[in-house]
């Protein structure tokens, strides 16, 4: 492999991830996760993710066909949607905090409960039980029963049969289990440390030991065996140092490779795509800091509520932010550098790009 330069890995960064778009199963599949946020503006994360990646793609599609798909609503490094088959990875999941008696109690009468009714929305567990009120992890008020709920999904109780309005409604979960043997553990544990940095790759060291540590939300149990392959993976995996920072990759990727070359789309990217996630990553490749600032108080935004990455060819130069008003597309941008692009070239594929946005939201006539 020649020497490798931070051009090169900027091109291979986009490259690898912005794959030839397919249909969502493939997707889903070839990314390995997608993330999941419920903040619609004027899309949701994952449908904002998607579009780029799917053929035809169109907001809310995701949930529309999840019923049919075999994908689930599960954890990773944090919540999201992946292929039905990485469950086996992480369950028998064990969640860190133990249920006290009287919670293992309402949990065995709602598992009763779904298995009679088949499939259940939270106001309905609600409405039989009348669990009350309780603080949530935001220290705000909601319903025992929706946290009870979220609780026995997590601990693959139960599954995320489809959602209504958005809601989440559950039904008994048949999750393939993986082998909890002191090897099959560790077979695992190498598994999801070779999905994430097939799926956030290439990765800056420091990034590689910050995903490990947030395996310890969807597989808690094995935390140490995902730190063991960790450090095995460093010796195995493809890497260089540029500028004092060490970089890894698959060993089977080529980061020169000319099928790297970047187009000229421009594209706005969700807070959450594999491109922009790592905000290290991002600095190191683009020089300088996207923030994500829908939960910064209004005064104290630079980007703004929910400032969408604006990606041309290989560089990330600005932000947009997007909304609907009286059906029609309204957005403001702003660059890195202060100043937009005088390039023709520019002017005309953002005009592209606003027409994708219109077409994936419905708002084309």
Not at 203 to 221: E, I
């Amino acid at each position: 492999m020649p020497s490798l330069t931070p051009d090169d890995l900027r091109r291979y960064a986009v490259a690898r991830t912005l794959f030839t778009p397919t249909t969502l199963p493939q997707a889903i599949r070839k990314l390995g996760f997608v993330q999941a946020d419920p903040i619609r503006a004027p899309a949701r994360a994952q449908d904002l993710t998607l579009r780029h990646r799917v053929k035809g793609y169109t907001a809310g599609d995701l949930e529309r066909r999840y019923p049919q798909l075999a994908i689930e609503e599960d954890c990773l490094v944090n919540y999201g949607f992946l292929p039905r088959e990485h469950l086996a990875l992480m369950h028998p999941r064990v969640a860190k905090h133990k249920w006290k008696p009287t919670t293992k109690r309402q949990a065995d009468e709602v598992l009763a409960f779904v298995r009679e009714r088949g499939q259940v929305h939270p106001r309905e567990v609600d409405e039989h039980f009348a669990h009350g009120q309780r603080i949530n992890a935001w220290g705000g008020s909601g319903s025992a029963s929706t946290q009870l709920l979220d609780g026995m999904h997590y601990r693959g109780l139960l599954r995320v049969a489809r959602r209504e309005g958005g809601t989440r409604v559950y039904e008994l979960a048949a999750h393939p289990q993986g082998d909890d043997s002191p090897a099959g553990r560790t077979l695992r544990a190498a598994a999801l440390i070779e999905l994430i940095v097939r799926k956030y790759a290439p990765l800056p060291a420091t990034t590689l030991t910050y995903l490990t540590r947030l395996l310890g939300y969807g597989a808690p149990h094995l935390k140490a065996q995902t730190q063991a392959a960790m450090r095995l993976a460093r010796d195995h995996l493809a890497s260089v140092q540029l500028d004092g920072v060490t970089w890894y990759w698959p060993a089977d990727d080529n980061p020169a490779s000319r099928r790297h070359a970047p187009d000229d789309q421009v594209r706005l990217l969700a807070p959450f795509d594999p491109v922009v996630w790592d905000r290290t990553r991002f600095e190191l490749l683009w020089g300088w800091a996207y923030k994500f600032e829908a939960y910064t108080p209004a005064p104290q935004r630079r980007l703004g509520y929910y400032a969408l990455p604006l990606l041309w060819g290989e560089r990330v130069i600005g932000w947009g932010n997007l909304s609907i008003a009286n059906g029609r597309l309204a957005h403001q941008l702003g660059y890195a550098t202060g100043k937009a692009p005088r390039d023709a070239r520019f002017r005309a594929e953002w005009a592209a790009e606003l027409a994708r946005m219109e077409v994936f939201l419905g708002l084309a006539a």
